[in-house]
């Protein structure tokens, strides 16, 4: 039962640094990826493919900072020295998203983004996230056991589950 569970929020702000740092970092890697998309180097389709089967399996089980430590910090050095001239670190929006925005391709709201959406597959998707999300907020006690993706939760409380998946 969750009665003696206590949840703590993680989310914390930076210091002298606008944002939360739960919206800089996937800010950080969405910069990155939209850069590599940009530039030609393989398709927005691929990135998520890449993100499932690798990132999203190894930080479920270590963050990025333990994993450091496993890889060894020398290893981490290496890859910068490898791979940090080369990462998109400019201060404006992805370009391409810019394009994208005056094409009127919006995302879900207007049926192509990086995707093509109908009211199904939105629809989906929607269902898809907030069964993991359930899931996810069910074990820490923040959300009933009985609480569905078919529930208010999805239908009314979306964008607060979004919030409360920071937890």
């Not at 409380?157 to 937890?167: A, E, G, I, K, N």
């Amino acid at each position: 039962m969750c009665e003696h569970v206590a949840v703590k929020k993680t989310s914390s702000c930076t210091k002298k640094s606008s944002g939360f740092v739960a919206n800089r970092l996937p800010s950080a890697l969405f910069r990155e990826a939209a850069s590599i998309v940009q530039k030609g180097l393989t398709s927005p389709q691929d990135i998520d493919r890449v993100m499932k089967d690798s990132f999203r399996r190894r930080y479920a089980a270590a963050v990025i900072f333990e994993l450091a430590d496993i890889a060894g910090l020398e290893v981490g050095v290496e890859m910068a020295n490898q791979i940090f001239s080369d990462l998109k670190s400019s201060p404006e929006p992805p370009q391409l998203l810019q394009e994208k925005i005056e094409r009127g391709e919006l995302g879900i709201k207007t049926g192509k983004g990086f995707y093509h959406w109908t009211s199904e597959s939105a629809q989906a998707l929607k269902q898809k996230i907030a069964a993991a999300l359930i899931k996810i907020l069910k074990q820490y006690c923040i959300i009933r056991e009985d609480t569905h993706a078919n529930s208010s939760v999805l239908k009314q409380d979306y964008p607060v589950l979004l919030f409360f998946s920071h937890f």
